[in-house]
C-alpha cells in the first residue's frame, strides 16, 4: 500500500514537472539581437531591464558589439537575427548583395559636427590639415558629412582627406582636449558633452544637410528570418515598439532605469532624454534620400528604386502609398 | 660541384613552393565557384586579383604602398638609430647594461598596439603615432639581438683582434660587428615583420587621414564600404612586398655575408 502511495507521488510529480512549461505560457522563441552601447540604443536597454521581450514569448540572446561595422558582419554571418545600423552602412550592404530589408525606425537623434576651434564657421574654413573624427569610413556621419561638403563645397569627396576614423568615445576625449582633431562629427551623449564645453561649438547640423529629420538607425534583418520566423518577427516589432512607448511616457523613470548603464547621474540622463530633437520613434523617416546622394556621389552602385526594395511590408504599411501626389509620410523619406 | 647542387635544390624548393601556392589560388577559386559560401564573405580569387590590379593601376593601392613603406622605413631607422645608441652604452657601461636589460624585461612582452591609446593622448592621432607604434614595436627585438649578438662574440677572438692591434673603433668594425651580424639580420627581420604588423593595426584601429594612409587604412576602408574582394587584394599586397623584401633584401644580405663567412650551419 505505501508503496503503491509512494510511486503514485513519484508518478505526479514526474507528470507535473513535464507539464509546466505549458501551465506557464508558451515555449519562448530564441532571437538573437546585435546590441550597442549608447543613449541610441536606451530602447534596448529598458526592454531588457523590464523583460518586455519575454512578455511577447520572446527569449532575447543579446549580442553586444562595438561598432555598426561590426553589427553589419554579425547580420552577415548570420550570428545575429536583427541589428541596428544607419541607413548609409545598411544600404553598402544592400548594394553588395546583402538580402536584408529594414525592420523599422529606430530612434530620431541630433546629430552634428562640432569643432574647437573658434575660426571654423562653416565647412569652407577646414584646412587641409585640419582633422574631422567620424566613427568609420561610410557610416552615417561619413555620409553627411559628404553631403555637406557637396552643398558647400561643391563636391562631395571635398573633405574625404581630412577624415579620421574614431570610435565616439576617443573623438570626444581628442576633440575637447584639443589632442590632433579639430572636428568631431558626433551623437548623443557625446555631441551634448562636446557641447557643453567652453571653447567647442557647433558647425552644421544633420537637419540643416538632410532638411529634415531622419532615422539615425534603423532595425534590419536577414530576409530569410523574416519569410522563416513571421511569428517571432513581428513580437520583435511589437517589443521594440513598447519600450520606444514606455520611454516616452516615463522619462524619469526611464533616466533613473538608464543611468548606471551610461555612467550618468538620473539629472543628466533625463536631461539628455529631454534634448531638443531626440525622438525615440519606430516610425520610419528619410529611408530613401540617403540612397540616391549616395548612388550619384558613388558610395553605391544604384539607388534603390523604391521603398518596397528596402524594406519590410510592415514599414511599408505604414508609408503608406496615397494615389495621386505623393502623402506626407511618403514625402518625408526622400 | 656542390655548389651547384646546392642552387639545384634551392631552385627545387622554390619551385615546389610556387606550385603550392598556386594549387592553393586554384583551389581557393573552385571553392568560391561552388557557391558553398556566400560571395559577400568568400570572393572568388578572380576577382580579388581583379581589384588587385584595378586597385594598383588605379594608383591607389601605389599610393598606399608607397606611405606605408615610407612610414614602416622611418619608425624602423628611428628603432635602429635607438637600438644602436642603446646598446653601444650597454656595452660601455655594466650599470646600463643591467638597466637596458630590465626595460627589455619588462617592455619586450608588450605589444606596440597596446600602447597605442597612450600614444594617441600624448601625440594625437596620424602618422606621427604610427611611426611612434612602429618605432616601439621594433625597438625591443632590434635591442634583444643586438645586445646577445654583441656579448656572444667569443673573447678569444676579441683578444686576437686587440693581440692584431685594432682598437675602438677598429675593434667595432671588424670583429665585434661581423661577430654579430646573424644576430643583427635576425633583429632587423622581426624589427621589420613587427614594424608590418604595428602599421597595419594601428591604421585599423584609429584609422589614418583619408590622405595619407597605408594599407592599413586600405583595408579599413574596403571593410567598411564590404567591399571584400579588395579586402583580400590589400592582404596579398602585404603579402607580395614581404616576399620581395625577405627575397631581394635579407636573403641576399645574408648570403653575401654570413653564408660567405660560413657563419650558418647550411
Known amino acids: 500500500m505505501r508503496r503503491s502511495v509512494l510511486l503514485l507521488l513519484c508518478l505526479t510529480l514526474i507528470t507535473g514537472g513535464l507539464m509546466l512549461p505549458q501551465v506557464y505560457g508558451a515555449p519562448m522563441e530564441e532571437i538573437k539581437i546585435a546590441g550597442q552601447f549608447g543613449l541610441v540604443y536606451a530602447p534596448l536597454t529598458v526592454a531588457k531591464e523590464r523583460k518586455i521581450f519575454e512578455r511577447y514569448g520572446l527569449k532575447p540572446v543579446w549580442k553586444e558589439y562595438g561598432s555598426g561595422g561590426a553589427v553589419r558582419e554579425a547580420l552577415i554571418s548570420g550570428e545575429v537575427d536583427v541589428g541596428f545600423m544607419g541607413i548609409p552602412p545598411f544600404l553598402i550592404g544592400w548594394d553588395k548583395g546583402c538580402e536584408w530589408k529594414i525592420v523599422c525606425g529606430f530612434v530620431i537623434v541630433p546629430i552634428g559636427l562640432v569643432t574647437n576651434d573658434p575660426n571654423i564657421k562653416s565647412l569652407k574654413d577646414f584646412k587641409p590639415e585640419d582633422k574631422i573624427a567620424v566613427p568609420s569610413p561610410g557610416s552615417i556621419q561619413h555620409i553627411l558629412l559628404a553631403m555637406a561638403a557637396e552643398k558647400e563645397l561643391g563636391s562631395p569627396t571635398a573633405l574625404d582627406n581630412n577624415i579620421v576614423a574614431m570610435p565616439h568615445p576617443d573623438g570626444a576625449a581628442a576633440l575637447i582636449s584639443k589632442k590632433g582633431i579639430k572636428a568631431h562629427f558626433t551623437t548623443p551623449p557625446y555631441l551634448f558633452e562636446e557641447l557643453s564645453q567652453p571653447g567647442c561649438h557647433l558647425v552644421i547640423d544633420d537637419v540643416t544637410i538632410f532638411g529634415h529629420p531622419f532615422n539615425f538607425n534603423v532595425g534590419v534583418a536577414p530576409q530569410r528570418f523574416y519569410d522563416r520566423r513571421p511569428v517571432v518577427y513581428s513580437s520583435f516589432i511589437n517589443a521594440i515598439g513598447e519600450a520606444m512607448a514606455w520611454i516616452n511616457n516615463n522619462k524619469e523613470a526611464a533616466a533613473k532605469l538608464l543611468a548606471p548603464e551610461f555612467g550618468l547621474t538620473p539629472e543628466k540622463t533625463l536631461e539628455y532624454l529631454n534634448w531638443e530633437g531626440m525622438n525615440y520613434t519606430a516610425a520610419p523617416y528619410g529611408l530613401m534620400g540617403f540612397g540616391e546622394f549616395m548612388a550619384k556621389a558613388g558610395y553605391i552602385q544604384r539607388a534603390p528604386a523604391s521603398v518596397a526594395e528596402i524594406a519590410f511590408d510592415n514599414v511599408l504599411a505604414i508609408i503608406g502609398s496615397r494615389a495621386g501626389s505623393p502623402s506626407e509620410l511618403e514625402r518625408i523619406q526622400y | ?266
Not at chain 2, 27 to 47: C, D, H, I, N, R
Not at chain 2, 68 to 76: F, R
Not at chain 2, 167 to 187: C, D, E, N
Not at chain 2, 192 to 201: G, I
Open chain 2, 1 to 266: 660541384m656542390v655548389k651547384a647542387r646546392e642552387e639545384k635544390t634551392e631552385r627545387k624548393k622554390t619551385l615546389n613552393q610556387v606550385l603550392f601556392i598556386i594549387g592553393a589560388l586554384l583551389g581557393w577559386e573552385l571553392m568560391a565557384w561552388t557557391g558553398w559560401f556566400p560571395p559577400l564573405l568568400f570572393p572568388k580569387m578572380s576577382q580579388v586579383l581583379i581589384h588587385l590590379w584595378a586597385g594598383l593601376s588605379g594608383g591607389e593601392l601605389l599610393a598606399r604602398v608607397a606611405f606605408s613603406l615610407y612610414i614602416i622605413g622611418l619608425g624602423l631607422s628611428l628603432a635602429v638609430v635607438t637600438a644602436a645608441l642603446v646598446t653601444t652604452g650597454a656595452m660601455l657601461s655594466p650599470l646600463i647594461s643591467d638597466w637596458v636589460q630590465a626595460l627589455m624585461a619588462v617592455l619586450h612582452p608588450l605589444p606596440g598596439i597596446a600602447i597605442l591609446p597612450v600614444i594617441i593622448l600624448w601625440l594625437g592621432t596620424g602618422s606621427r603615432s604610427i611611426v611612434a607604434v612602429i618605432w616601439f614595436s621594433s625597438l625591443w627585438p632590434l635591442i634583444a639581438n643586438l645586445h646577445t649578438g654583441l656579448r656572444s662574440v667569443p673573447t678569444t677572438q676579441i683578444e686576437v683582434g686587440r693581440n692584431l692591434g685594432l682598437k675602438g673603433s677598429q675593434l667595432v668594425r671588424s670583429i665585434l660587428l661581423p661577430g654579430a651580424f646573424p644576430y643583427i639580420l635576425t633583429g632587423l627581420r622581426v624589427g621589420w615583420a613587427r614594424a608590418w604588423q604595428a602599421s597595419v593595426a594601428a591604421e585599423m584601429v584609429f584609422g589614418a587621414s583619408g590622405g595619407e594612409g597605408g594599407l592599413g587604412w586600405f583595408i579599413y576602408k574596403k571593410r567598411f564600404f564590404l567591399e571584400i574582394p579588395s579586402v583580400f587584394a590589400g592582404m596579398i599586397l602585404i603579402i607580395l612586398i614581404g616576399l620581395l623584401v625577405e627575397r631581394l633584401c635579407f636573403e641576399e644580405v645574408e648570403r653575401r655575408t654570413v653564408r660567405r663567412w660560413g657563419m650558418t650551419a647550411e
